[in-house]
């Protein structure tokens, strides 16, 4: 079974600018969620989605959005880029019904950097 | 709000050296616990996990109890292996489903041979 995928795993942006970042789930995986990784605040959750709803969020600003599409593929896009945006931003994968903790898969990430 | 707190690293070791990577957590509710590794040039992944009180999570040799009572959720393993070199996160979530997680600040291990 093919593992998390995201697209690109490198971005390179200047501030101010948008970017958008992809993720595909496991097959048959329903629940996807975005992290963002960096050295000073580590892993925070920023939001999940479960059939097209978003179903939880961090506490990320506005600016960080997100969706996701019928075939469960998500997207997330961060409007007016900012310093602070540079991350290593990881996508996660579980089937997400629920009835105990299920185990997320973790994709490799998208690796951005802000000048 | 929710939080996790881990011990910070680096943490050394010797080869069959025994492990100990503390963790605490604060929630409102009755949180799942994990611990997520994260090898060097790897993605995350669980390496185990306990959904209520008194739980032994165990995987590869690891194992972590749900303490309630002192809210936390420790990591151990008795003999360290150089393969183990890696960067441990605790997290909990309080969702069934196990996601939204929080995740503590991370703990590098290495150990050498």
């Known amino acids: 079974k093919a593992g998390v995928t995201q697209t690109p795993r490198y971005l390179i942006k200047t501030r101010g600018q948008q970017v958008t970042l992809s993720c595909s789930p496991i097959s048959g995986h329903r629940s996807v969620s975005w992290y963002q990784q960096t050295p000073g605040q580590g892993l925070q959750f920023l939001f999940e989605?479960?059939?097209?709803?978003?179903?939880n969020k961090g506490n990320f600003p506005g600016r960080f959005s997100g969706r996701q599409f019928s075939n469960s593929r998500s997207e997330m896009n961060v409007s007016t880029l900012e310093l602070g945006d540079s991350a290593l931003y990881l996508c996660?994968?579980?089937?997400?019904?629920?009835?105990?903790?299920?185990?997320?898969?973790f994709g490799p990430g998208t690796r951005l950097l802000v000048l | 709000g929710n939080s996790v707190t881990q011990m910070e690293g680096p943490v050394t070791l010797s080869e069959e050296a025994f492990l100990t990577i503390n963790c605490t957590y604060t929630a409102t509710g009755y949180p799942s616990l994990f611990w997520y590794v994260q090898y060097p040039g790897e993605g995350l992944q669980l390496l185990l996990k306990?959904?209520?009180?008194?739980d032994k999570g165990s995987n590869k040799g690891f194992e972590a109890t749900y303490r309630k009572e002192t809210t936390s959720f420790h990591l151990e393993k008795g003999s360290v292996q150089v393969s183990d070199s890696a960067v441990y996160f605790c997290a909990l979530s309080e969702n069934q489903a196990g996601t939204a997680l929080i995740f503590g600040k991370g703990t590098t291990l290495s150990v050498s041979s």
């Open positions: 996660a994968s579980s089937l997400g019904v629920g009835g105990g903790a299920e185990t997320q898969y």
């Open positions: 989605y479960f059939s097209e709803t978003q179903r």
């Open positions: 306990a959904t209520k009180a008194d």
